[in-house]
Nanobody, 122 residues
Framework: QVQLVESGGGLVQAGGSLRLSCVASERTFRTYAMGWFRQPPGKEREFVAAITWTAGNTYYADSVKGRFTIFRLNAKNTVYLQMNSLKPEDTAVYYC???????????????WGRGTQVTISS
């Protein structure tokens, strides 16, 4: 059972940056693909970014391409989401997820963190 804990959320002004972190409990973290998803207020959960376990491939939602970067440090059991040029529409609860296979679909991920709130003011 993989436990995931997100941190790094907060309130920032539009145009600012945040870095989210997600720490996994398992040493086998390095074998999992990782994803970031978000749920804006009153909306469905949506894909943000994903990375393969080798970090050889990354995937992004069109809405965040060029602004967000997903990367991982397997030695620290941690995956990060660097978010730049933030917009009010990025406001959401951000979740990290883990699975054996990388996917852009939330349904494919077996393990989830509890989320961290990101609020962007205009």
């Amino acid at each position: 059972q993989v436990q995931l804990v997100e941190s790094g959320g907060g309130l920032v002004q539009a145009g600012g940056s945040l870095r989210l972190s997600c720490v996994a409990s398992e040493r086998t973290f390095r074998t999992y693909a990782m994803g970031w998803f978000r749920q804006p207020p009153g909306k469905e959960r949506e894909f943000v970014a994903a990375i393969t376990w080798t970090a050889g491939n990354t995937y992004y939602a069109d809405s965040v391409k060029g602004r967000f970067t997903i990367f991982r440090l397997n030695a620290k059991n941690t995956v990060y989401l660097q978010m730049n040029s933030l917009k009010p529409e990025d406001t959401a609860v951000y979740y990290c997820a883990a699975d054996n296979t990388v996917s852009t679909s939330a349904d494919e991920y077996d393990y989830w963190g509890r989320g961290t709130q990101v609020t962007i003011s205009s």
